[in-house]
């Protein structure tokens, strides 16, 4: 039990679809991200929340909307994805920013 | 391009032998590095972490060396256990909420 839990586990949508990603941190840390994770590709860092306000958005496609509505959750809201969004998208949390990020277990993706 | 990288893709390991894990980082301002470990279907797990004001960290089974003058970071694994084999990642702290990821090692420990 890491103490960040992501649902589902596994997704498959086609490019028409909308779907939610959620994640919640059982750690009471105030800092919130999402990472997506390609094969053969570096963790690629997607948004940041601290106290439920957006802090970094690294240049993401608007067909990803990430909402926190606590500090405790975050949701990704995937809509008219595309075949190459498919990958292992991460949530993770920290006690602020300079320290160590722990991690979900992921929701695999499935773009068709 | 990417700000930290990792000199081999895979490692081959004897049960029991010591792994070295390089990593190379590019941003000398960076001055907070993690190593995470990677099993799979699963998410990254922390393993240790080294600040900018030190050259070696130790854990259970673990050493993280930081030379800032070459920028290279390595993980020392001791007596490699096949529960070992995972793909290792380092990361660099680019500022208060950026980690920046290597592209990662795939350690195989043989028996």
């Known amino acids: 039990e890491t103490g960040v839990t992501q649902t589902p586990r596994h997704l498959v949508m086609g490019m028409t679809n909308k779907k939610s990603l959620k994640c919640e941190q059982h750690?009471?840390?105030?800092?919130m991200y999402w990472y997506k994770q390609s094969a053969k590709k570096p963790l690629e860092l997607m948004f940041v929340?601290?106290?439920?306000?957006?802090?970094e958005n690294n240049s993401v496609p608007s067909r990803f909307s990430p909402e926190c509505p606590n500090s405790s959750h975050l949701f990704l809201h995937l809509h008219t994805l595309q075949p190459e969004d498919s990958a292992l998208y991460l949530c993770?949390?920290?006690?602020?920013?300079?320290?160590?990020?722990?991690f979900g277990q992921g929701t695999r993706l499935t773009v068709v | 391009g990417e700000s930290v990288g990792l000199h081999l893709p895979t490692l081959s390991v004897q049960e029991g032998d010591n792994s070295i894990i390089n990593c190379a980082y590019s941003?000398?301002?960076?001055?907070?590095f993690i190593w995470y470990k990677q099993e799979s279907g699963k998410g990254p797990q922390f393993i240790i972490d080294i600040r900018s004001n030190m050259d070696k960290r130790q854990g259970q089974r673990v050493t993280v060396l930081l030379n800032k003058t070459v920028k290279h970071l390595s993980l020392q694994i001791a007596a490699t256990q096949p529960g070992d084999s995972a793909v290792y990642f380092c990361?660099?702290?680019?500022?208060?909420?950026?980690?920046?990821f290597g592209a990662g090692t795939t350690v195989t420990v043989r028996a």
């Open positions: 929340y601290s106290l439920e306000e957006r802090v």
């Open positions: 941003n000398s301002a960076s001055d907070y």
């Open positions: 993770a949390s920290s006690q602020d920013g300079f320290a160590e990020a722990f």
């Open positions: 750690l009471g840390h105030n800092a």
């Open positions: 990361a660099e702290n680019l500022n208060d909420y950026k980690l920046s």
